[in-house]
């Protein structure tokens, strides 16, 4: 079982003079369970989410994003030595933390022509799949290496096709097994990257990348915004297979509480200036979507 565990995390944007955004975060997420992050516009949700995943866009000026691994975590022949089990992210590059079971699934998905989907997904697959290997290596072999640049050597635009570790017909045969999981069309795989989609349909593909890539910890930034009933149902069933298929902890950033209705958290927690201010279980939401975050506020006041 993995643990993201966040430690007094303190935030800037990175510029000179840059805003203070988080000011102390403290929370843990574990595989398997489902949490939902809510508060008001501004009070640092997708912020934190951009961190974990490494935006540079934010610099840290303190605390700690740590990721706690267990034997097992990445399948049954994949040795996790106890030297190498807790990792801070924040030493790391972006495609590293994603090596090691990390996920972000934008607010806004980027639409890319030219690259289909099946082209990209499995081109990312491989690639976490050769960073994880690299970051496990010995350090007498990385010690005799020369240092590569930062990020993926590989491309969905040029190589040979059964470059990598899982090939095409293994890679056609798993994608129809996760496309047949969320209920999907198999039309979407040939078409370019988010290219033309409506927003259900990019939401839905935000899902359909993490079924793929099986991470540990999935991040998921309002992927409940600008969605119908019909696509929000769709998008729940397939944050419901990560968890119960996979055992993909969630952490839902959402401003409502519709999702939830679907998508039942473990834990609730409210963000206000910067800190996560309280924590409860499904109630909390409900309350929220009741009573507003006012009434956090007062109380969180009063008692300090």
Do not use: C
């Not at 007094?8 to 369970?33: F, M, P, Q, W, Y």
């Not at 994603?98 to 972000?104: P, R, T, V, Y």
């Not at 290997?133 to 040029?158: C, I, K, N």
């Amino acid at each position: 079982m993995a643990t993201l565990e966040i430690k007094n995390l303190h935030a800037e944007v990175a510029e000179e003079g840059g805003e203070t955004i988080l000011r102390g975060v403290d929370l843990e997420v574990k595989s398997g369970e489902i949490h939902a992050l809510m508060g008001p516009n501004g009070s640092g949700k997708s912020t934190m989410a951009k961190i974990i995943a490494g935006h540079p866009a934010y610099e840290v000026t303190d605390g700690e994003v740590l990721l706690h691994l267990e034997e097992g975590d990445f399948g049954d022949d994949f040795e996790i030595p106890e030297d190498k089990r807790t990792w801070n992210l924040l030493d790391l590059e972006p495609n590293e933390r994603a090596a090691l079971g990390i996920f972000l699934g934008f607010q806004y998905p980027a639409e890319i022509e030219g690259v289909t989907m099946v082209n990209f997904l499995r081109t990312a697959l491989n690639a976490k799949l050769e960073e994880r290997e690299e970051l496990f290596e010995d350090d007498d072999e990385t010690d005799d290496e020369e240092e590569e640049e930062v990020g993926y050597d590989t491309s969905p635009m040029e190589g040979n096709p059964d470059d990598g570790e899982v090939g095409v017909a293994e890679f056609q045969q798993l994608l129809q097994e996760k496309m047949a999981q969320l209920d999907m069309d198999e039309k979407f795989a040939h078409r370019y990257l988010n290219a033309g989609f409506s927003g259900g349909e990019k939401k839905q593909n935000e899902v359909l990348q993490a079924a793929i890539l099986e991470p540990s910890i999935a991040v998921l930034d309002e992927i409940d915004s600008g969605l119908d009933i019909d696509r929000l149902q769709d998008v729940s069933q397939g944050i419901n297979a990560l968890r119960d298929e996979q055992g993909t902890g969630i952490l839902q950033i959402t401003h409502y509480q519709r999702i939830l209705d679907y998508v039942e958290p473990d834990h609730v927690h409210v963000m206000l200036d910067g800190k996560v201010a309280k924590s409860g279980d499904a109630s909390l939401a409900e309350d929220l979507e009741d009573k507003g975050y006012d009434w956090v506020r007062e109380e969180v006041y009063e008692t300090a």
